[in-house]
DNA sequence: ACGTAAGACTTACAACGTAAGGTCAGGAGA
DNA sequence: TCTCCTGACCTTACGTTGTAAGTCTTACGT
């Protein structure tokens, strides 16, 4: 038996560690949303038992911020292959690819965004992110205390999304009227006088957390303007 | 046995019902945080068991949808006597106060952000909410496919909060470095010199999800100022 | 007075995170 | 070569969670 269970892992596994953990969180958060993943799932994934993960992780929290560190990783990677000037008013396409580009790595991954939300602690390469966007707004000619508002003022926007708590037509019908809504229609006036207007029946209508790619831009440009008149 | 417990019952405890379900989650989260909510302690607090819940409410989702509702109705309510101009230019500094009133609100409440953001479905007076500052916006001459991008470009700002994904010495000895960021100083020039800087040590830094208000105030008057110049 | 239905309670289960301790292969030192 | 240690892995078990299923009780319409 234990030479069969060692056999077994011998020829069968790639022996278990921490990256291996966190790729495997990432791999089961991609098809079944983040809370799928349980640490018995997790390493059920990897051909192990779940108290074997504890030689390598201290406990799930630190599972899911090490996976928040290796998708801002991932965005980081991506983030590095841009080559574009960043001094002078250069620096608000800059900041905006920069952006958009982190924004493309999250919608590769959906559960991601609320993630990084519920994370307090400070993710190594969340920090490096940060860093190389506070650079490309000292390029533009940003004060440190400007920089620093500007931080605050993008917030979840920075790194490519943004919360939004009321998404119109984001029910499970896509493009058809909320059930809710409807039924208080009388009490809601100026809501459904703009849906109504606006019922552009956009086909990347909003899902969930993730707005519309649009909608998205021209918040960031609004965002980007104000910054840039006061740089 | 049975007289006892009745009597018990009927002489301590006023009787359950939704209502006071949803009351008793709010007050158990103002003192232990959302994650105390659970579906035993509620019943505890009640003075009832905890499948006897599930007569008033049909899950536990269903106590944080209400959750939700609730506290979006205080905010209806305080925002509801409010008395100021909203036509024309006098927009903007209704729906600047409708937006901090909210504020403060959820400010009672610090783990109601993080639970609005959470939820999916629509809470009937959070669409109240937004139809007001609709109505604001349409006052101030807004087209609805203006008030529509503006909606989405406040985002949760618009009802009082804003995600920040790294919030410069939040760490439990607020004021001081942060131990990660300390770490890797080295390489985040860029962060470290803005930090280095900007470290007024205001007394009502930032905490977990809740940003300093000069810094949320800074970031909704440069999305405010943005709108209105597209008016 | 008597069914009946609603509201409350009891019991039970599956799934979760993880504490405690056992097993065993591979390497270090004799 | 033998021994013993170390550390990766597994087994078992516990407390907590949400909630399904069934039972008892009380209030009320008839």
């Not at 596994?13 to 993943?37: H, K, N, T």
Request: charged share 25%; proline share 4%.
């Amino acid at each position: 038996m234990s030479l069969a269970t060692r056999s077994k892992r011998t020829e069968s596994r790639p022996a278990l560690s921490r990256d291996r953990v966190l790729r495997a969180a990432i791999e089961i958060a991609d098809e079944g949303g983040i809370a799928a993943v349980t640490m018995r799932r997790l390493a059920e994934s990897l051909g192990a038992e779940a108290m074997s993960l504890y030689h390598h992780v201290a406990n799930k929290e630190q599972v899911l911020d090490g996976v928040v560190d290796v998708i801002a990783a991932e965005i980081n990677e991506a983030v590095g292959r841009l080559t574009q000037p960043t001094r002078g008013a250069a620096w608000r396409s800059a900041a905006r690819e920069r952006i958009l580009t982190a924004r493309r790595v999250l919608l590769r991954h959906r559960w991601a965004a609320a993630l990084f939300e519920s994370r307090s602690a400070t993710s190594p390469e969340v920090l490096l992110y940060f860093d190389g966007l506070v650079g490309i707004m000292r390029d533009g000619g940003f004060s440190n205390d400007l920089a620093h508002h500007a931080m605050h003022a993008l917030g979840s926007r920075a790194i490519g999304f943004s919360q939004e708590l009321f998404t119109p037509g984001a029910g499970p019908a896509a493009g058809e009227p909320d059930p809710v809504l409807a039924g208080m229609a009388g009490r809601l006036p100026h809501l459904v006088g703009m849906l109504a207007e606006v019922m552009h029946d956009d086909p990347d209508s909003t899902i969930g957390w993730c707005d519309d790619q649009a909608e998205f831009e021209f918040g960031l440009d609004l965002l980007l303007d104000g910054l840039d008149r006061r740089r």
